[in-house]
């Protein structure tokens, strides 16, 4: 039988319970706190987090996450981590079509 409070019906866990929560460090979740992407507060001589607060970081990255990994628009292809315009040619060979670069002659 577990003996603290399932996550999902807690309102508020540890720093130490959050850390695992979000699979992250401690250095890196007090550096949220501090920029005010997770909300604390303290209770005594323990710092509380808001489920709620952890909650609502994962959907802001999930977000996100999903708005910057939208298929390119047509005409348009990914290259080096950015979106390119095609200027209508054709490439001539899949390292092009891949790079945008034709292959080097050796």
């Given amino acids: 039988m577990p003996t603290e409070p399932a996550d999902d019906i807690a309102l508020v866990v540890s720093p130490k319970r959050a850390v695992l929560?979000?699979?992250?460090?401690?250095p890196?979740?007090?550096e949220l706190i501090h920029a005010?992407?997770?909300?604390?507060?303290?209770?005594?001589?323990s710092r509380k987090?808001?489920?709620?607060?952890?909650?609502?970081?994962i959907?802001?990255?999930?977000a996100a996450s999903s708005q910057s990994?939208?298929?390119?628009?047509?005409g348009q292809?990914?290259?080096?981590?950015?979106l390119r315009r095609r200027a209508g040619k054709k490439a001539s060979s899949d390292h092009?079509?891949?790079t945008g670069r034709p292959p080097q002659k050796q």
């Fill in 21 to 26: 929560m979000l699979d992250t460090s401690m």
């Fill in 28 to 30: 890196t979740l007090y």
């Fill in 36 to 45: 005010g992407k997770i909300d604390s507060y303290k209770d005594g001589g």
């Fill in 49 to 57: 987090i808001t489920v709620a607060s952890i909650r609502r970081y």
């Fill in 59 to 62: 959907a802001e990255r999930l």
């Fill in 69 to 74: 990994h939208q298929p390119p628009a047509a």
């Fill in 77 to 82: 292809e990914e290259a080096g981590g950015r």
């Fill in 96 to 98: 092009e079509a891949h």
